[in-house]
């Protein structure tokens, strides 16, 4: 990367990028494994911190960068600009969905890469939207969600005897749009406000220390009253008005269901992540494992594919996945060191390809695509 590159990006964002990374590795090695839950107490709480917000931190960073592209064209509305940026989002939007329907083609049902597509077709229309549509669109997209899972079946679709790892009608229209747009591991409502709240935090001046500092305090002010309020409602309401399971449903912050309790927790969690992230890339920007994380998070497309191919198909190769040939639930401390030998090869990798290459490969193609 030239200097000047380096000058005007946020590098912290791409170090928060690694961190989500390592968080979906856990999770999704252990989904495939069977591995949650699976283990010492201290570990399993410890990989439960990651259920959900690895993703949401993906998609909020990923609306933090579609605002940073399309800065310029929202600073000089000129249509020249704009029509550019519009085209290669929606160039890119087509890209990932592509790519994720080839992941899911393959057995990787857990894809997250067609709903990006999608999410961002969205953004490249909404781009110049001024904040209080946005912020329409994101409470619309709340309501809706929360709508469904209430007054209709939320597993629908879902077999029965593999809940979260098969869905039965994916490949019809009704089934696939259901999947799309409401009870798939990534659904549009509320997923989509992840990705809108994340344009609106990319259109805030994230160098200004003022700024950071607020939305710091705001996200763990909000991510503990949330975290709280919804322990509170579910003993409360376990105990008098629902049974257990129908308050959990309503109010746990975990990610199936993404109610309104989950998308306000994680949004939360990953404003505080990449905050987080922004000051310590800045503090130690020359720390040879800082800049290694950098580099890991800039190739992240790259190691989602790899993880998939590569990471699960290894997997596969030695019967872990308790989707196919009769094999067992595996045990979560050998998920996660699994997970962390795999993290540690994608950040050599990284390091490695950056000595020749400012992009990752699946990155260069998007990029000459777009």
């Known amino acids: 990367?030239?200097?000047?590159?380096?000058?005007?990006?946020?590098?912290?964002?791409?170090?928060?990028?690694?961190?989500?990374?390592?968080?979906?590795l856990v999770m999704n090695f252990m989904v495939v494994t069977g591995a949650q839950g699976n283990g010492a107490p201290a570990l399993v709480w410890f990989t439960n911190l990651f259920e959900g917000?690895?993703?949401?931190?993906?998609v909020t960073l990923a609306g933090i960068g579609i605002s940073l592209m399309t800065r310029k064209a929202r600073l000089t509305s000129e249509k020249t600009i704009t029509t550019n940026v519009r085209v290669s989002?929606?160039?890119?939007?087509?890209?990932?969905?592509?790519?994720?329907?080839?992941?899911?083609?393959?057995?990787?049902?857990?894809?997250?890469?067609?709903?990006?597509?999608?999410?961002?077709?969205?953004?490249?229309?909404?781009?110049?939207?001024?904040?209080?549509?946005?912020?329409?669109?994101?409470?619309?997209?709340?309501?809706v969600a929360q709508f469904y899972q209430v007054i209709f079946d939320y597993m629908s679709g879902w077999s029965p005897t593999q809940p979260f790892l098969e869905y039965l009608d994916f490949w019809t229209v009704t089934g696939f749009?259901?999947?799309?747009?409401?009870?798939?591991?990534?659904?549009?409502?509320p997923w989509l406000g992840f990705l809108l709240i994340g344009m609106l935090i990319g259109r805030l001046n994230l160098v200004d220390r003022g700024v950071r500092k607020s939305i710091l305090i705001v996200s763990t002010i909000t991510l503990?009253?949330?975290?709280?309020?919804?322990?509170?409602?579910?003993?409360s309401f376990s105990s008098s008005i629902l049974d257990a399971e129908s308050a959990a449903f309503l109010f746990e912050t975990g990610p199936i269901p993404p109610n309104l309790f989950y998308l306000v927790s994680n949004t939360a969690s990953a404003l505080l992540i990449i905050i987080l992230s922004i000051y310590l890339a800045e503090?130690?920007?020359?720390?040879?494992?800082?800049?290694?994380?950098?580099?890991?998070?800039?190739?992240?497309?790259?190691?989602?594919?790899?993880?998939?191919?590569?990471?699960?198909?290894?997997?596969?190769?030695?019967?872990?996945?308790?989707?196919?040939?009769?094999?067992?639930?595996?045990?979560?401390?050998?998920?996660?060191?699994?997970?962390?030998?795999?993290?540690?090869?994608?950040?050599?990798?990284?390091?490695?390809?950056?000595?020749?290459?400012?992009?990752?490969?699946?990155?260069?193609?998007?990029?000459?695509?777009?």
């Open 177 to 189: 749009l259901r999947n799309l747009f409401l009870n798939g591991y990534h659904p549009v409502f």
């Open 89 to 143: 989002l929606l160039k890119r939007s087509l890209f990932l969905f592509i790519l994720g329907m080839l992941l899911y083609t393959i057995g990787w049902s857990g894809d997250i890469l067609h709903y990006y597509g999608f999410y961002m077709a969205f953004a490249a229309l909404v781009m110049l939207a001024s904040p209080k549509l946005m912020i329409l669109i994101i409470a619309l997209t709340a309501f």
């Open 53 to 58: 917000r690895a993703a949401a931190t993906f």
């Open 224 to 235: 503990v009253a949330t975290e709280l309020l919804s322990r509170i409602l579910i003993l």
């Open 283 to 370: 503090k130690w920007a020359n720390n040879f494992v800082v800049r290694s994380l950098i580099y890991t998070g800039q190739l992240t497309l790259t190691h989602y594919v790899s993880h998939v191919v590569i990471g699960i198909g290894i997997l596969l190769l030695f019967n872990k996945v308790i989707l196919f040939n009769g094999a067992v639930s595996q045990p979560l401390s050998f998920t996660f060191l699994y997970a962390c030998f795999f993290f540690t090869g994608s950040i050599i990798f990284s390091v490695l390809w950056r000595r020749k290459y400012n992009r990752g490969p699946i990155e260069l193609l998007m990029r000459k695509w777009s």
């Open 1 to 24: 990367m030239s200097n000047n590159q380096s000058k005007n990006r946020v590098e912290g964002l791409d170090f928060a990028r690694a961190l989500a990374m390592f968080g979906m």
